[in-house]
C-alpha cells in the first residue's frame, strides 16, 4: 500500500516555473521508482519524466532541458520542477511509484497546471 499526494499546481504565465511535489506513505519509499506523467484534456496520458531508486532520471523529449525530477528519501518525496512553461504544457499532472520486483505501482490523484499565453 502506497499513498501518493501530488501538490503545487495552480495557474503560471508562460515563461514561468513551478514546482510540483508528490509525498509518498508507506514503508521502503527508497526501493521504488517514480514517474511523473500527464493527461491533457481529449489526449492520452503521457510520461513526463521518471527517476529510479538510484536517483538516475530520464525526460519525453517535449520537457528535456526544462523540466526536472528529484527526490529527498529522507522526506518521502519526489518533486518535479518545470521551467519555462509552456501553453502546451497544461494538464493535469500525476505522480506514480513502481516497484520493480513485483511490478506493483501506484498513482496519485493529480493537481492541476494552467499555462496562459
Known amino acids: 500500500q502506497v499513498q501518493l499526494v501530488e501538490s503545487g499546481g495552480g495557474l503560471v504565465q508562460a515563461g514561468g516555473s513551478l514546482r510540483l511535489s508528490c509525498a509518498a506513505s508507506?514503508?521502503?519509499?527508497?526501493?521504488?521508482?517514480f514517474g511523473w506523467y500527464r493527461q491533457a484534456p481529449g489526449k492520452q496520458r503521457e510520461m513526463v519524466g521518471q527517476?529510479?531508486?538510484?536517483?538516475?532520471?530520464n525526460y519525453a523529449d517535449s520537457v528535456k532541458g526544462r523540466f526536472s525530477i528529484s527526490r529527498d528519501n529522507a522526506k518521502k518525496m519526489v518533486y518535479l520542477q518545470m521551467n519555462s512553461l509552456k501553453p502546451e504544457d497544461t494538464a493535469v499532472y500525476y505522480c506514480?511509484?513502481?516497484?520493480?520486483?513485483?511490478?506493483?505501482?501506484?498513482w496519485g490523484q493529480g493537481t492541476q497546471v494552467t499555462v496562459s499565453s
Open positions: 506514480k511509484s513502481y516497484r520493480s520486483y513485483d511490478r506493483y505501482e501506484s
Open positions: 508507506g514503508s521502503a519509499f527508497g526501493i521504488y521508482a
Open positions: 527517476i529510479t531508486s538510484g536517483g538516475s532520471t
